[in-house]
């Protein structure tokens, strides 16, 4: 007879190993993100999944879950993936995907059209004359393309001139006055206001709906106690 041994080893089970990655990794709120999660046995064994997040929600089983953002507020949002095997034995990841806040639309602003001048007729300073048509006519196509936006009307006069507040503020109406008689412009979409500035004229700001006219400087005009006078020129005469 013979005999012989041997030595064997008897070692554990190694544990699997995961790593993380999302796609994509910057999302708007309400987006979704791919995770993978790529787990490996050394021995081979079958791997469970399973995923969880800090905020949103996260479905999946196998090596790949959606992370889905709806209800998240904007900030980092940590998902941890979790693989098994069927040993019991088990290893995470993590990865993050961020969730950025949608940006504001731009701010609506005021555009500032056409400024008409009283220079021309010293008799009349505030009548608005054939030469300030073609500025409002252009005044009341804008209006016309922005059916929701208001116009404020901003009279001017003078520092030379004695009567000067009066005269703004008439210069203010007559404008308005020519905008609704003549080109049907709604009058509640026009404001008059008398300003600050030296000089003979009539300026016209367009106020799409969301924006602010910047009132610095500017005074209400009372429409019920200027009179609206000489809104235009007379039609010319030939002598025969």
């Known amino acids: 007879m013979a005999d012989c041994s041997a030595p064997f080893t008897i070692q554990q ?3 699997p190993t ?3 990655s999302a796609n994509p990794s910057t999302v708007s709120p309400g987006d979704s993100s791919t995770i993978t999660a790529n787990g490996v046995s050394a021995q081979n064994r079958p791997l469970t999944y399973s995923y969880s997040s800090t905020a949103g929600s996260v479905t999946g089983s196998t090596s790949t879950a959606t992370l889905n953002t709806t209800g998240a507020a904007p ?22 995907v961020t969730v950025v806040a949608p940006t504001p639309p ?3 602003t005021t555009t500032s059209l056409c ?3 009283f220079e021309r007729d010293k008799r009349r300073p505030a009548r608005v004359d054939n030469e300030a048509k073609a500025c409002l006519d252009d005044i009341a196509l ?23 507040s009066k005269l703004a503020a008439a210069r203010a109406v007559n404008t308005k006055a ?21 000089g003979k004229t009539a300026a016209s700001t367009l106020i799409p ?20 006078v000489a809104r235009t020129a007379p039609a010319r005469r030939h002598k025969k």
């Open 13 to 15: 089970f190694t544990p």
């Open 106 to 108: 731009p701010a609506v």
């Open 75 to 96: 900030g980092t949002i940590t998902v941890t993936a979790n693989v098994v095997d069927d040993k019991g034995q088990s290893a995470s990841c993590t990865t993050t």
């Open 115 to 117: 400024s008409i001048s």
């Open 142 to 164: 804008n209006l016309q393309r922005s059916s929701d936006a208001k116009l404020a009307i901003v009279g001017n006069a003078s520092s030379s001139e004695k009567t000067g």
């Open 209 to 228: 709906t969301g924006a602010t006219l910047d009132s610095t400087g500017l005074t209400p005009v009372d429409e019920s106690a200027t009179k609206a």
């Open 178 to 198: 020519y905008l609704v008689g003549e080109k049907g412009v709604d009058a509640s979409r026009i404001s008059v206001y008398t300003g600050s500035q030296d």
């Open 18 to 20: 995961v790593g993380c």
